[in-house]
Each structure stands twice: as C-alpha cells, then as structure tokens.
C-alpha cells in the first residue's frame, strides 16, 4: 500500500501544479489594468509554475493569455520561445506582445515560428521590414544550375569509300530519329517539381505573399513580390496592375508557388477571378492554362528589362549601342512606355 502511494505521488503533485498554474493565469486575467507591481509578481510566480506543469496545462495556460492585452515583456518573451506547439496560439492571436519581441523570436527560431507571426491579423511596417530582411539574410540557392559537361552527340562511323550515298542517307536518318526519341524521352520524364536552378519562393516568402493577398494589402505585396523576384519594386506594381492577373499568374507559377495558394491569391486581389465557372474559379482556369516553361523564360525576360533598367551598374546597360542599329528599339521599350498607375486599382477592380 506504501508503495502505491509512492507511485500516485508524482503525478498528484504536477495535477496540483496544473491547478496553481491555471488559477494564477486566471487571477492575471481578472486584472483589466494591472499595475507595474502586479505584473512583476506575475512574471516570478508564471515561469516557474510554468516549467513545473504538465504539457496539456501549459497549452491551455497560453491559451488564456493570449487573449490578455495586458503581459510583462519577459513573460512575453518567454512563452514565445516555447516549442511552437505550445506558442503558436499566443504568437498568431496576443496583442500584448511587442514589436521588438516578435523580431526577436522571428530571428531566434526557424519557420515554424515565423509562419505564426505572419499569420497574425495585423503585422507593423516594422515587423513587415524585418522578416523580408531576415529572409535576404538566408542563403540563397545558386541562380544557376552547375555547369554540366554538355553529351557528346552520338556521330555515325565515318562511311568507307565503298558505301554509296543510299547507305550514307540511311546511317543520318537512324541517327536523327535516335535524337528524336532521345528528346521525347526527355520530355515524358521530365520532373514539374524539379526546380534545381530555378528561382523559387522559400517558406517565409510564400507565407508572406498569402498573408497579404488575404488582407487585400496591395503594397506590402508589391514589397513582398519585388523580393521574391530580386527586382525592382516598379515590376512588382507593374505585374499587379494588370488586372486580368495573367501577368501575376505567370510570376506566381515562374516562383514555385502551389497551385490553390496561387488561386487564393488570384482571388483575392482580383475578385473577379473568383467567378465559378464550370464548377471551378476563373483563377483556377487560368492557372490551369499555363505552361511553366513558358512562364520562366517570360519572368526572366521582365527581370532583364527591370535590371537594364535600374540597375545601371550592370553590364547590359554599361555596353553601348551598335553603332549599325541607332535607331533599333530596346526589348524591353514595351515595358517603359507602360502607363503607371496607382496600386489602389488593384482594390477599386473588387
């Protein structure tokens, strides 16, 4: 009998922890303005019992508190560098924590973390500026896919003098038609999900492009894009401002975007995408429309037009025209003579 009791002693004592953690918690949020003096004893009595408590009641306890608009900026901190199980309710909903505390728990833990705090209902410019600044901060995977050694074409045998020209004629036509099926076998086997040298969108930015699609921000999400696409914050508009969202379509599939997050976005910043017709949106038809090949080689088309154009740094634009073609217009002269507008008619087409 002593024996068994000595067993039930340890789980009693962390229920009675439970308790004393989730009616401290309760206690704080009866307080509707709690002194500096409340909140202090608040932070030394929490994290202790916090630590002391089983798993279940630390979620309920972060829970609670992330609907009080009042918390000590260490008590902040600390839930919100809990495992994202537990602080994921308290980053996504609380508006007691500061701007610097979510910088600091962006910067500190990885992307789970982040992807809660974009998923906030409202996020800073201070905020907005530092996760696309520590996105810039991650390595980037190399624009190029490594240089490969290009195959040697398989050649016939050199023909003695004795074979005829009929036999030299069937030789180059078994050679042919073996490139032809080398290349159709090339294409069947090709992989849609292999972006090995492609420019792709990384977790943070993908989250951050449906997050402000959501909340129809048009502005964080020329800002958002400009990055996405290493260009300049004039093609990121220039692409949302045609509003029958092929050019953003286009750039969506070119960066790797899924397929029904692209749609959400096509939805929601133009709503007349959202029209069904036969049983799917007109956003789904149009992405559904598209060949990702195509829609890379035009991406980078644009992308070499924007850095021709405000970069002019770079070794396209310090090379002086031909002096044989004066009057030739540039490739990207279509894109230059485009009428800008306001990004607020992205919004007034709803």
Request: hydrophobic share 45%; charged share 25%; with cysteine.
């Given at each position: 009998?002593r ?20 009616a ?36 309920q ?45 962006a ?6 973390h982040?992807?809660?705090?974009v ?24 624009s ?38 080398r ?9 849609d ?6 420019r ?27 990055d996405?696409l ?92 031909p002096?044989?073609?004066p009057?030739?217009a ?21």
């Amino acid at each position: 009998m002593r024996d068994r009791f000595r067993d039930l002693e340890g789980p009693m004592a962390i229920r009675k922890k439970d308790v004393v953690l989730m009616a401290t918690v309760s206690s704080f949020e009866n307080l509707s303005h709690p002194t500096r003096s409340e909140l202090r004893q608040f932070a030394e009595l929490f994290m202790p019992l916090f630590q002391a408590s089983s798993e279940e009641a630390r979620r309920q306890a972060v829970a609670a508190l992330s609907q009080c608009e009042n918390m000590p900026a260490a008590v902040a901190l600390f839930i919100g560098n809990q495992p994202i199980e537990v602080a994921a309710p308290f980053l996504t909903a609380s508006k007691a924590i500061s701007d610097d505390t979510l910088i600091t728990i962006a910067r500190t833990h990885g992307a789970a973390h982040v992807k809660a705090i974009v998923s906030r209902d409202s996020l800073s410019p201070k905020v907005i500026d530092a996760l696309v600044a520590l996105r810039q901060a991650e390595p980037r995977p190399s624009s190029a896919a490594p240089a490969e050694q290009p195959a040697m074409p398989l050649s016939p045998m050199p023909a003695a003098p004795e074979v005829d020209q009929q036999e030299a004629e069937r030789i180059a036509n078994e050679q042919a038609l073996r490139e032809r099926i080398r290349s159709l076998a090339g294409h069947l086997g090709r992989n849609d999900e292999d972006r090995l040298g492609l420019r792709s969108l990384s977790d943070i930015q993908e989250a951050l492009l449906v997050r402000f699609a959501r909340s129809r921000e048009a502005t964080h999400f020329a800002t958002a894009l400009a990055d996405a696409l290493s260009a300049s914050r004039w093609l990121a508009e220039r692409i949302m401002l045609d509003l029958s969202g092929q050019q953003l379509a286009t750039t969506l599939t070119s960066l790797g975007m899924g397929f029904l997050d692209s749609v959400f976005v096509l939805e929601k910043l133009y709503p007349h995408l959202a029209e069904v017709q036969h049983n799917v949106s007109r956003a789904f038809l149009v992405l559904d429309a598209l060949d990702p090949e195509e829609c890379h080689a035009r991406v980078e088309a644009w992308r070499r037009a924007d850095n021709y154009t405000y970069n002019p740094q770079s070794p396209a634009a310090a090379q002086p025209a031909p002096a044989a073609q004066p009057q030739a217009a540039p490739a990207y002269r279509f894109i230059r003579q485009a009428p800008v507008r306001d990004l607020k008619s992205v919004n007034r087409a709803r």
